[in-house]
């Protein structure tokens, strides 16, 4: 139950705002939805995450792509 202060305060504010989810769950589902660079990925995941957004490495030779080291 609401006192009064409560009440007029909630009347005046208005109650316009939606409850925000502040989980870790949550944060990570925007930070991968957002697009943004990561931060901290494995050695792996980043090779994976270059591939994915079509950009080569800067230590990648064209040339020696096809050789066996």
């Known amino acids: 139950m609401k006192t009064r202060t409560q009440q007029l305060i909630e009347d005046v ?3 316009d705002s939606r409850p925000t ?4 769950q949550a944060k990570a589902m925007r930070r991968a939805l957002s697009g943004a660079t990561p931060r901290t990925l494995t050695p792996w995941e ?3 995450w270059y591939a994915a957004q079509g950009i080569k490495k800067a ?3 064209p040339a020696a792509s096809d050789t066996i080291p």
């Open 46 to 48: 980043w090779e994976e």
């Open 21 to 24: 989810d502040n989980s870790l």
């Open 13 to 15: 504010l208005g109650d």
């Open 59 to 61: 230590d990648e030779d």
